[in-house]
């Protein structure tokens, strides 16, 4: 989250709030805690290239993999995409998934819907692919390619391979 800036004139009280929990207060028991470590870095990644339900298929997704690493980035992904099986829960991106600000996100079949949005509005510069030109991904995005993702992605891959070396 960006800091916001401070407000020296504010002022407030502190309220101590010692809270009364009851045994029936509770509807889950933690009976042990298990946890994995991410193998997905999604917030430090300076590039997260995203896959929707556009993408199709698990297999599919391996298109973005090759672009996310040719641009030393990771891959993201929007519930949709994960609810379907495409790609694991620790690559979701948006309200229920991670927050990222990366310098460059794209979206590739992606519709942009709100909860989407608030996980990757805020990233530098968005790119987003989608063969609807209506689709809501376009109105945050800085730049909207409207086409076939099959098609685009194999070109942005090609680009960047022929690219002189600096
Ligand atoms: C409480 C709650 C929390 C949620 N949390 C999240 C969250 O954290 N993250 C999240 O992502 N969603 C979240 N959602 C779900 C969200 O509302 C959307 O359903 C989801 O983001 C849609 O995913 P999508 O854009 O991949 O799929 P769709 O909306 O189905 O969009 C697919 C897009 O792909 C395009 N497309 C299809 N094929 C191609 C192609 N070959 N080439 C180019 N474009 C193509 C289509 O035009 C379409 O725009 C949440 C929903 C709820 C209710």
Known sequence: MRMPAAQPGRTGTIEKVVPAFEPGDFALEVLSRQTRRSTVQLKEAPVVVSGGAGIGSAEDFALLRDLANLLGG????????????MIGREHQVGQTGTTVRPALYIACGISGAIQHRA?????????????????PIFGVAHYGIVGDLNQVIPM???????????
């Open 119 to 135: 996980g990757m509005e805020e990233s530098a510069k968005i790119v987003a692919i989608n063969w609807d030109k209506e689709a």
């Open 156 to 166: 942005m891959v090609k680009a960047i391979k022929e690219r002189p070396k600096e």
């Open 74 to 85: 990771e891959v993201g992904a929007s519930r949709a995409a994960v609810d379907a099986g």
